[in-house]
């Protein structure tokens, strides 16, 4: 292991560099044994006709991606339970996307688990994590969300039961436990919607992880750092080849996965309401798919073009490069707002 205790700075700007140059050098080669393997993405009939294109593009990208990020952050830091759940949770979700993959290219049809079965896996992923969290993670006051901007705190561990199994006391807090699963589900499928053009997910997940990276450096949670630091490295030497046109996707393996760390690392920094701002595309995202659906069978009208938003940006003709570029600006802007609302919140804290 590389230890550079002693320079912090040092150690997050050689998690991006690591995992940046691991990513680029090594995707060459995952391209090339896909293509041999015959393994591509399979798109929607029904999506915009310029993405059949598309069709036999590599993809899975995303197990390479979370490759190079476990090796990374293995190799710069030391981890701590905090940001080993927050890895184990990312990986969770990454192995289901994978099934989910692997479902689509062997059957070749655009549609892989059911959404039941893939919601009650990552419900499943979310208990533990949360569980694991509250009892293990040694985080004081792990059931406290903070209202940014504020000093008021919110206990989510109000209602909670305890058990006692194999001699070992599990503190279950039944609100936070629910808190919890909907940000961890709505992350992870979040993102999975947003990954539907070229360098667009990829690129927002960097923005994000590297302000989550600042937010955990400032708290001395270096190893939370180092993670979110590793992930963004990843992404930006996936994203040359993810770049329009794509010479490979992340797949579900990458989005569900790079999702649930979003979620994970808002959990283990308690900033989960500030992920409101600083995940806000993947909010609006979601959101255009629900308002879409709720509107068509109300009223049978349809909001948007087409779901997700940059769907209905692309159908009124903006270029996927356009879409991309504008949604990365976007998301530059709302993370910036993010980190700002952090960083006054924790002067109102240290005033009071």
Request: glycine share 10%.
């Amino acid at each position: 292991m590389i230890r550079f205790a002693q320079y912090p700075t040092y150690q997050l700007f050689l998690a991006v560099i690591i995992a940046m140059v691991a990513a680029a050098l090594l995707f060459p080669l995952w391209i090339r044994l896909l293509r041999v393997r015959n393994i591509g993405q399979q798109v929607r009939a029904d999506g915009p006709q310029g993405h059949l294109v598309k069709q036999g593009t590599p993809t899975m990208g995303g197990v390479l991606i979370l490759l190079v990020v476990t090796a990374t952050f293995l190799l710069v830091g030391t981890p701590t339970r905090p940001s080993l759940l927050a890895l184990a949770a990312t990986l969770g979700c990454g192995i289901l996307g994978f099934i989910d993959d692997w479902s689509k290219v062997s059957h070749e049809r655009s549609l892989g688990l059911r959404p039941r079965a893939k919601l009650l896996w990552q419900s499943a992923i979310s208990v533990l994590f949360t569980l694991f969290f509250v009892n293990w993670a040694n985080v004081p006051k792990a059931t406290v969300v903070a209202i940014p901007l504020t000093t008021y705190r919110i206990d989510f561990g109000g209602l909670s039961s305890a058990f006692t199994v194999a001699g070992v006391h599990i503190i279950v807090p039944w609100l936070y436990l629910a808190f919890v699963g909907v940000m961890i589900v709505g992350m992870s499928n979040a993102v999975n919607l947003t990954d539907g053009l070229d360098g667009l997910a990829a690129g927002t997940v960097a923005i994000v992880t590297l302000v989550f990276a600042a937010i955990a450096f400032r708290q001395n949670s270096l190893q939370s750092a180092l993670l979110a630091a590793s992930i963004a490295g990843a992404c930006i030497g996936f994203l040359w080849y993810n770049s329009y046109p794509a010479d490979i996707f992340m797949g579900d393996t990458g989005s569900l996965g790079l999702g649930a760390a979003i979620a994970a690392l808002a959990v283990i920094t308690k900033t989960e309401l500030l992920l409101l701002v600083l995940g806000g595309i993947y909010v609006a995202e979601t959101l255009s798919v629900v308002l879409q659906v709720a509107s068509f069978k109300l009223t049978g009208k349809r909001i948007f073009r087409m779901a997700p938003l940059h769907h209905h940006f692309e159908m009124k003709g903006w270029s996927e490069t356009k879409v991309m570029v504008r949604f990365w600006i976007i998301t530059g802007i709302l993370s910036g707002a993010g980190f700002a609302m952090y960083f006054i919140g924790t002067l109102v804290a240290k005033a009071k």
